[in-house]
DNA sequence: ATCGTTGTCAACCGTTCGGTTGCGGAAGAA
DNA sequence: TTCTTCCGCAACCGAACGGTTGACAACGAT
């Protein structure tokens, strides 16, 4: 699973990987900090800090033996952008397709067949 | 994983899926049409629909034997929502930090410790 | 009534994923 | 130096994923 995109949807498809951003979106957190409220393993934890690091989500300085983990919000875009594109597009179609609605009652169109 | 949100992620993690969704922007069309392009047999890519549906992000109607499939965007801002809300905190995180910052020379603060 | 098309369901297979345990390295504290 | 804390790496396990083949239901066409 190569491209950027798919790193980062697939990352954050897991709740507890979610909430992890959700947090550091108020601060920045060591990985124990991190664990804490959930009930599994650090080294799970560490694991999924992992993925959302491959995704460029976050990054981890050094800072005397602790590794604070730092939110990197540019990613967001690559995925609102994707999003907006063909929600934009859909959006589009219903406009278009409103027009023809509209148009249809006036001007019957014939259904495709050689006209008799 | 029952929750809404890991469902839309997880389906659009996959970058056939996520090839769908961006054909099926433009229109709607049957498992058939959307299976040709993809070196796949028919039945995988009724499976990539199947995901797309359980995340609410397609409906298949009847029609005939066809089962034309229809792009439901709404479920796109389930994503948008949760993902402005923590680029927004990440940012005003950055905004503070520049005002703590700006403040830095002119009034060192004590790093936490009794006062002498 | 039979045939061809369209699509789903079920079973299976290899790989990935989220979790565990166990070990070891890096760096401050004693 | 030795101890302790923080953390990543490797190996393993069960569950889920993406793909296949095979069978079958539904419907239009002949």
Redesign the pocket.
């Known amino acids: 699973?190569a491209d950027p995109l798919s790193r980062v949807f697939?990352a954050l498809?897991?709740p507890?990987r979610r909430d992890i951003v959700a947090r550091l979106a108020v601060a920045d957190a060591?990985?124990?900090e991190l664990a804490a409220p959930y009930?599994?393993?650090?080294?799970?934890v560490?694991?999924?800090?992992?993925?959302l690091e491959d995704a460029g989500l976050v990054s981890?300085s050094r800072e005397?033996?602790?590794?604070p983990v730092h939110l990197e919000a540019e990613v967001f875009d690559l995925m609102t952008k994707w999003i907006e594109r063909y929600r934009r597009q859909a959006e589009e179609r219903y406009r278009r397709l409103d027009d023809v609605l509209r148009a249809m009652p006036d001007d019957p169109p014939p259904l495709e067949g050689k006209p008799s």
Chains 1, 2 share one sequence.
Do not use: F
């Open positions: 699973m697939s498809a897991d507890t060591t990985v124990n009930d599994v393993t650090v080294q799970a560490s694991k999924h800090l992992k993925v981890r005397a033996q602790r590794r």
